[in-house]
């Protein structure tokens, strides 16, 4: 048994000593292969000299919706900055910014214009959603991010088969009366764009506890206190973005598809049976119609509802 013992006890040894052996043979054939290797070359290790991250020239007329910004003031000046920066480097969303831009400002300007609202205030409407149908944690929705209370106040259709807030035309017109309303009640387009965000309540009692009513002299959240300054950044770059950087050309832009109305004053029992019946999928119709929230409509009240359909040759439907 002693013998036994002993046997085993050499034979782990060996096999211990074994693994020195080999883990050493390989470091050596490892030092030799990284001292045999050619070293990278130094030019494919170095910046491409052209490329650059500089600081943003602020345009010295800053203003949202007419109303001059107080440049000469430092901290203010901070805070525009700050937005610059952001929104220019982040260069992946400023680019699907502009292409959504150009397939949704033509369906927002004349209504903005129509309302007596300031074209400024379609760069709100980027800010709240990024142009897209979006759904906040607070349940807003929608390109103008329209709660549903607030939606139903302004004649809005809110329900299983039908959400308004995605219908682009008639949730634009509601945040004109919106926003033509805070106009009136703060005299500042600049306090109705912060009250937009913030809701009146919070605007209210920032003003009545600092004893301002301007917007640039106001200490808010951070959100509101960066929503005016964010809007003039994205504003700024959309409309001249060459002069960030951005090369763009109309063939790199999202198109509008032109469509055509079809009057619904039925109930509908299959939006994909509907959708055939005019050349197109069901995606390619709920794409056009994003307010349309179910496969189906009941519509049991007979009201008239005006659905978009693409014109043809468009779209490439089924095999």
Known sequence: MQLLKKSLMLLGVLVVLSTLVFAVQQGAALDESVEESDPVPEEEIRVDPTYRISAIAIPEDLNFAGEAVPQEDPEIMERIDREFLVNTYWQSNALLLMKRAHKYFPVIEPILSKNGVPEDFKYLAVAESGLQNVVSPAGARGFWQIMKPTGREYGLEINDNVDERYHLEKATQVACD?????????????????????GTGSIDKYMDIQQTDSYYDLLLGDETGRYVFRIMAIKEILKDPETYGFKVGEEDFYQNVPTFQVEVDTAVSSF??????????????????????????????????????????????GP
Not at 187 to 198: I, K, M, P, R, V
Not at 276 to 299: A, D, T, V
């Open 272 to 317: 994909a049976e509907f959708a055939r019946n005019y050349g197109i999928s069901y995606k390619i119709l709920k794409r056009h119609n994003p307010w349309l929230r179910e496969p189906h409509l009941n519509n049991a009240s007979r009201k008239k509802y005006q659905i978009s359909i693409p014109m043809k040759g468009y779209y490439k439907v």
């Open 178 to 198: 919106y926003l033509n309303k805070y106009k009136e009640k703060y005299g500042s387009w600049t306090l109705a764009a912060a009250a937009y965000n913030a």
